[in-house]
């Protein structure tokens, strides 16, 4: 009998990655995981087999390509944290883009079709206006947006001379978690922003910064798109069936195409958490924009892409059934989110 062909999900045991896993599977995919759980969790990886391991180990990477005959590949290893980025160049240059050309020198090898690569609306910078489409410049004002920007390059020049095809897909801001609250996100020293709020409604930290209150804006807060990781999985998803379909390569900004001030998120925090947060307002946290929203029209004109989750509300309560669950017994769910 003839081998289901395979997707390998580099980073699969992570944030983005585990929902994209659980997404696949759920269609029928066969998953392979490559993680080597610096930041992710083995439990975590819901369906397929988990590899422990790097994706800049060579020999490992074209073991898992040729014994599973993998097709397509998607790849979410990488390090996010831009201050830690600022701190340790190196680091994200390693992992990020070294890391990700050995990958491809692999895919390349074993015959990969297609790929899915995972980038950032930090490729942007500090777009004019706030609104950022994918023809607007690229000007990454961090070494983790260059180190993205980078792979995306690799990733277009080597597509010019082999048949394989491409999606990148730049994340805005990712947010909540499996309505089923079985997986959710669980990063240590987590940074962003809704994270950070559930942690302290839940009593994890004592008390919330706003960076910033005399931005441009309405309420003088930073502006962001946040969109949930359930609508952002599909966007992998669909992705995989336009390039199985012979897609061109191309590159796809993921958002809603609006955003929610710092105040209006903490303000949904409250509402939906029933907790009262103790803010600090500091200065502005150097390197953010003031406003960053997706124009995201071509995910939608050439995916097929609905979103069913864009509610901050809804975004905002699986976020905190998730952080309900890792810190209570598991006999208090239960965790359902109802579905909006
Ligand atoms: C950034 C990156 C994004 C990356 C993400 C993860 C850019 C443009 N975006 O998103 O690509 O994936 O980091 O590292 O570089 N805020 C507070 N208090 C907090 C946390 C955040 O006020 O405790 C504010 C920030 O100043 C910002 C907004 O909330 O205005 C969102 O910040 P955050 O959640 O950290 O994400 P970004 O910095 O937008």
Redesign the pocket.
Known sequence: MKKQSAVLVTGGAGYIGSHVVRQLAEVGERVIVLDNLSTGFAESVLHGDLIVGDTGDRDTVLAILREYRVDAVMHFAAH???PESVRDPLKYYGNNTSSTRNLLECCQEAGVKHFVFSS???VYGTPDGGLASEETPTRPI?PY?RSKLMSEWMLHDLSQVTDLNYVTFR?F?VAGCDPYARIGQSTPNA???IK?ACETAIGKRAQ?????TDYPTPDGT?V?DFIHVEDLAEAHRLGLEYLRNGGDSSVFNCGYGHGYS?REVLDSVQRVTGKSLTIEEVAR?P???PR?IADSGRLHQRLGWKPRYDDLDFIVETAWNWERRVSAPKSQGPWLAPVR
């Not at 919330?208 to 910033?212: A, E, H, T």
Request: hydrophobic share 45%.
């Open positions: 996010t944290v831009v950032t609306a930090a961090n947006g994340y801001n940074t962003l922003l950070v919330l910064k706003i960076f910033g930073g962001r710092v946290r390197g953010d924009p960053l």
